[in-house]
């Protein structure tokens, strides 16, 4: 049953079927194939089940914060102000790609919202600077993969909910891996602007940066609210993304910029998309129902441990199964697939679940940027106007600090776990 499902799943996923029908799909055939051809009513039943959860509120109020920090045209004030902060440096606007996405990452909390939003206006940037349209268009991907690191994110609160863990513990966890992912694309940035030529910006004057700040900063206040709010236990997750839009919706009014035509869209936006994660989370439920009735965590488990009994083999093995995995299946679909399996193994070698999840979600971010199946690279390709195979090409160098930065998050613990110990206390 198992290779019904898993194979059925990526099979569909490669021909291009959208990842909603594609898991149903594998679900149903699972089903059948296994012999509840006449309890196929439980499927809606479970479906619904699934997503009634308290913990899953939080979900569809990031989103709609995201889309309306785009609407109210932060976006542009993110650029400006990163512009005035590292424009000067060598290769200058493609460290602002960087350090924008960043302070960005603290407001969407999703890739997706990172490339559509920003990249417009960093590639077209970019271009007019003399930069080649594929390396602007592969750094945006690259350095989108922050977006969902550093707090908020989407995804970390639907592992946290898969995993039993604490949204704020993630949160925190996620600051640091952030912000090495970030400082590692701009070093290569640097060595590849010696190589390449890349012109810097003029430096800024302290009235141009102040200027910029005052917009600029209020971008960076929003992760503050979201984060004191969890942390103090003021909130919970759910409330904290009720409070994120409430602050989008005064910037809108505050900038006079959030029309009704923008509200509704920000509306509507946040609906289709949740209602798709909400759609494949409850499919989700069923897979897992199934994989533990075939018992294939256990029969998993068993294959690791007759393989190896070290926790860095362990861990090397699990890299490597995840950077495949996320080149064939997004990161939402491949974490409610992964989790239920992984999380005996996890607890087996004693790695922390709140550090599992930040390696997992980095991992399987990296093949947002991978062919096939990259979401990011599609979408850039859009966004940019350049051609798959160009931006595939240009991607390539760029997995270099990448993967060295999920190596350095793997194998040491204490880059995702220091600040949640010190601000929460040991787990």
């Given at each position: 049953m198992a290779w019904?499902?898993f194979?059925?799943?990526i099979?569909?996923?490669?021909?291009r079927?959208?990842?909603?029908?594609?898991?149903?799909?594998?679900?149903?055939?699972?089903?059948?194939f296994?012999?509840?051809?006449?309890?196929?009513y439980?499927?809606?039943?479970?479906?619904?089940?699934?997503?009634?959860?308290?913990a899953?509120?939080a979900?569809?109020?990031?989103?709609?914060?995201?889309?309306?920090m785009n609407a109210?045209?932060?976006?542009?004030k993110?650029?400006?102000?990163?512009?005035?902060?590292?424009?000067?440096f060598?290769?200058?606007?493609?460290?602002v790609?960087?350090?924008?996405?960043?302070i960005?990452?603290?407001?969407?909390?999703a890739?997706?919202?990172d490339?559509?939003?920003?990249?417009?206006v960093?590639?077209?940037?970019?271009?007019?600077?003399?930069?080649?349209a594929?390396?602007?268009?592969?750094?945006?991907?690259?350095?989108?993969v922050?977006?969902?690191i550093?707090?908020?994110?989407?995804?970390l609160?639907?592992?946290?909910?898969?995993?039993?863990?604490s949204?704020?513990?993630?949160?925190?966890?996620?600051?640091v891996?952030?912000?090495?992912?970030?400082?590692?694309?701009?070093?290569?940035?640097?060595?590849?602007?010696?190589?390449?030529?890349?012109p810097?910006?003029?430096?800024?004057?302290l009235?141009q940066?102040?200027?910029?700040?005052?917009?600029?900063?209020?971008?960076?206040?929003?992760?503050?609210?979201?984060?004191?709010?969890?942390i103090?236990g003021?909130?919970?997750?759910?409330e904290?993304?009720?409070?994120?839009?409430?602050?989008?919706?005064?910037l809108?009014?505050?900038?006079r910029?959030?029309?009704?035509?923008?509200?509704?869209?920000?509306?509507?936006?946040?609906?289709i998309?949740?209602s798709?994660?909400?759609?494949?989370i409850?499919?989700?439920?069923?897979?897992?129902?199934?994989l533990?009735?075939?018992?294939i965590p256990?029969?998993?488990?068993d294959?690791?441990?007759?393989?190896?009994?070290?926790?860095?083999?362990?861990?090397?093995?699990?890299?490597?199964?995840l950077l495949?995995?996320?080149?064939?299946v997004?990161?939402i679909?491949?974490?409610?697939?992964?989790v239920?399996?992984?999380?005996?193994?996890?607890?087996?070698?004693?790695?922390?679940?709140?550090?599992?999840?930040?390696?997992?979600?980095?991992?399987?971010?990296?093949?947002?940027?991978?062919?096939?199946?990259?979401?990011?690279?599609?979408?850039?390709?859009?966004?940019g106007d350049?051609?798959?195979?160009?931006?595939?090409?240009?991607?390539?160098?760029?997995?270099?600090?990448?993967i060295?930065?999920?190596l350095?998050?793997?194998?040491?613990?204490?880059?995702?776990?220091w600040?949640?110990?010190?601000?929460m206390?040991?787990?």
């Open positions: 019904v499902l194979g059925g799943f099979a569909l996923m490669l021909l079927v959208p990842v909603t029908m594609a898991i149903g799909c594998a679900v149903l055939a699972s089903l059948i296994a012999g509840f051809s006449g309890e196929i439980i499927l809606p039943l479970m479906v619904v089940e699934g997503v009634e959860n308290p899953l509120l979900v569809p109020f990031f989103i709609m914060a995201g889309n309306l109210v045209g932060m976006t542009d993110i650029f400006n102000f990163a512009m005035t902060l590292v424009g000067h060598r290769a200058g606007l493609a460290q790609n960087v350090l924008a996405s960043m960005f990452a603290g407001v969407s909390g890739a997706v919202a490339i559509a939003g920003l990249g417009m960093e590639i077209k940037a970019m271009r007019e600077r003399g930069y080649p594929d390396f602007a268009a592969a750094l945006t991907v690259c350095s989108a922050i977006g969902p550093i707090p908020p994110s989407i995804s609160v639907i592992y946290a909910f898969l995993s039993e863990t949204v704020g513990r993630l949160f925190l966890g996620g600051i891996p952030g912000i090495l992912t970030g400082v590692a694309l701009m070093i290569f940035n640097r060595i590849v602007a010696e190589k390449r030529g890349f810097s910006e003029p430096r800024a004057s009235t940066i102040s200027e910029s700040a005052v917009d600029g900063i209020a971008a960076l206040v929003a992760p503050a609210i979201i984060l004191g709010a969890i103090t003021f909130t919970t997750a759910t904290a993304g009720v409070l994120a839009c409430a602050y989008s919706i005064l809108g009014l505050g900038y910029t959030l029309t009704l035509k923008k509200l509704w869209r920000a509306l509507t936006d946040t609906m998309v949740t798709i994660i909400m759609i494949i409850g499919y989700s439920q069923v897979m897992g129902w199934l533990a009735i075939e018992q256990q029969a998993l488990a294959i690791v441990l007759t393989t190896t009994g070290s926790r860095a083999v362990f861990l090397g093995i699990l890299i490597l199964f495949v995995i996320g080149t064939v997004e990161g679909p491949a974490k409610l697939i992964l239920p399996i992984l999380l005996p193994l996890v607890d087996h070698f004693g790695v922390d679940r709140i550090h599992f999840g930040l390696i997992l979600t980095f991992a399987l971010l990296i093949g947002m940027a991978t062919p096939p199946m990259g979401i990011g690279l599609y979408i850039v390709t859009q966004v350049v051609s798959f195979e160009s931006v595939t090409r240009a991607v390539i160098p760029f997995y270099i600090p990448l060295i930065v999920l350095l998050i793997t194998y040491i613990p204490s880059l995702t776990l600040l949640p110990n010190l601000l206390g040991p787990n």
